[in-house]
Nanobody
Framework: QVQLVESGGGLVQAGGSLRLSCAAS????????LGWFRQAPGKEREFVAAISWSGSTTFYADSVKGRFTTSRDNAKNTVWLQMNSLKPEDTAVYYCAAKRGTGAYTSHYAYEYWGQGTQVTVSS
């Protein structure tokens, strides 16, 4: 069982930056793949980024590639999402999620544990 708590959301102007954190509790955090998803009002939840259990492999949606970076520290049970050059279309509730095993990084159905989400609003 893994419990996830996101923080770091807020209101920022277009072109600005935010850093989201996801703190985990529970056993074997270092064995889970961690993913970031977002959901805007009236839209489906979409994949943003994922990082393998070791941190050696990362995956990004095309819409955020080159602007967002995910990283993790297993000793601190924390994963981060650094978001730069933010755009109004990045406005959404951002969730971190955890899954066992490899593969299916971009599918939210594959993730077993979810945080409560944190709001990111980018003004134009």
């Amino acid at each position: 069982q893994v419990q996830l708590v996101e923080s770091g959301g807020g209101l920022v102007q277009a072109g600005g930056s935010l850093r989201l954190s996801c703190a985990a509790s529970g056993h074997s955090f270092g064995t889970y793949t961690l993913g970031w998803f977002r959901q805007a009002p009236g839209k489906e939840r979409e994949f943003v980024a994922a990082i393998s259990w070791s941190g050696s492999t990362t995956f990004y949606a095309d819409s955020v590639k080159g602007r967002f970076t995910t990283s993790r520290d297993n000793a601190k049970n924390t994963v981060w999402l650094q978001m730069n050059s933010l755009k109004p279309e990045d406005t959404a509730v951002y969730y971190c999620a955890a899954k066992r095993g490899t593969g299916a990084y971009t599918s939210h159905y594959a993730y077993e544990y979810w945080g409560q989400g944190t709001q990111v609003t980018v003004s134009s």
